[in-house]
């Protein structure tokens, strides 16, 4: 089952190509059963998640840092510009004919409409054309099927996605079976960190540049003072960055020193809530496996200290590799694969939508 994904729901026009961990679909969803449960399926031999065979990714950071952040429209022309240029990329690489795929996966959701739509109408005439089933996947799914490119994903699990416009705890049942049990009242935490970098001068994207000036300080680091949110499993990070801006207004001037030190008690108070949260989440739903997923999964310290609290209480933690944290089209294929597989496909008259929640598709 080889699965074409195409991601432009933000500022990265990306295409990538796996194959899927069954031998086969449940049931034959080309001949119109939609209606048998996937109780059938076969893991391919061997198989270790979705086997990944190339993978594009044309970032627009460049462009936007001329604007201090995103700006939707310069980020939808970009993506038509690259939509086509990509996706001939990703399958030149995979060595593959049109004729060899068996489906195409695209995010619909949530994101930039202009962005999603270049990539929904793309991905929908191209399956058009080629008579290709196409399926169409949520964001934050396409996150979590990060962690299933080269490893199987445990199920079920808890899901951590932090990202930069996303900071979800998800109880993941079954393939497709989504709970949320806690999420951000306010900021994302990618969107904190690009705040904080930004209050500290630094260059868009600030997320990567503040933890990499983090990562320079050598001293001992006492976080910022942090929301504790009793009794629930919500995040907010709007007080820690309050924090930071009057840290930063009473010690002017600041020297570089002292930039990095702020800067490193500015991620340790976000990787803390993060990683306190996300194991007790774990924790309670019964010991499950922790993946953690989304750009903000990248950051070093964060792996570091989920990793040390799983350890202390007996938790498997599960992270991608740091290059599908970032927003991919492998992860859209990756979850793609698993939706088709399972759930059948979407029609050709799939919607894209700016706001779409995550939403269950396991039939049983
Ligand atoms: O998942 P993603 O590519 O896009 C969204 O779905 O939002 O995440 C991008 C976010 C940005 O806010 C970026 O600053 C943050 O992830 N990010 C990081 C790191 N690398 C990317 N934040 C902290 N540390 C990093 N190393
Ligand atoms: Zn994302």
Not at 126 to 132: H, K, Q, S, T
Not at 154 to 179: E, F, N
Not at 274 to 294: D, K, S
Not at 303 to 315: D, H, T, W, Y
Request: hydrophobic content about 45%; proline content about 6%; overall charge negative.
């Amino acid at each position: 089952m080889l699965i074409l994904g195409i991601e432009t729901s933000c500022d990265e026009t990306s295409a990538a190509v796996v194959r899927g961990p069954f031998d086969q679909a449940p049931f034959d969803w080309a001949q119109g059963e939609q209606d048998k449960p996937g109780d059938a399926l076969r893991l391919r031999s061997g198989h270790a998640g979705v086997e990944l065979l190339s993978s594009v990714v044309a970032s627009q950071d460049d462009l936007h840092a001329q604007f201090g952040g995103i700006v939707p429209e310069v980020a939808s022309r970009r993506h038509i510009e690259m939509i086509v240029p990509v996706i001939r990329e990703a399958m030149q690489r995979a060595q593959l004919q049109w004729s060899d795929l068996s489906g195409i996966a695209v995010t619909s959701g949530p994101g930039l409409i202009g962005s999603l739509v270049v990539g929904c109408s793309t991905a929908k005439a191209l399956a058009m054309a080629r008579e290709l089933p196409l399926v169409g996947v949520q964001h934050l799914e396409a996150h979590i099927y990060s962690a299933a490119i080269g490893q199987a994903l445990p199920l079920p699990a808890v899901a951590l996605i932090a990202s930069g416009g996303h900071s979800h705890l998800v109880l993941l049942r079954d393939h497709g079976s989504y709970q949320v049990l806690g999420r951000t009242l306010d900021d994302a935490p990618g969107e904190a960190f690009d705040k904080g970098a930004r209050l500290l001068g630094l260059p868009y994207p600030g997320g990567p540049q503040l933890a990499a000036l983090a990562d320079t300080y050598q001293g001992h680091v006492e976080p910022l003072p942090r929301a504790r949110l009793a009794g629930s499993l919500n995040f907010s990070f709007s007080g820690v960055k309050t924090a930071l801006r009057r840290l930063l207004q009473e010690q002017q001037p600041l020297d570089e020193q002292g930039r990095a030190r702020a800067a490193a008690a500015y991620q340790e108070s976000i990787a803390l809530s993060l990683a306190e949260r996300a194991t007790q989440a774990a924790e309670e739903a019964g010991f499950l496996p922790l993946i953690v997923v989304g750009g903000v999964a990248r950051n070093r310290r964060l792996r570091e200290l989920v990793e040390q609290r799983a350890q202390r209480i007996g938790l498997r933690a599960v992270f991608p590799d740091p290059q599908f944290c970032t927003d991919n089209g492998a992860m859209v294929a990756a979850a793609g694969a698993h939706k088709l597989a399972l759930s059948g496909p979407d029609l050709v008259d799939l919607e894209c939508t700016p706001n779409q929640p995550l939403e269950s598709w396991h039939r049983k």
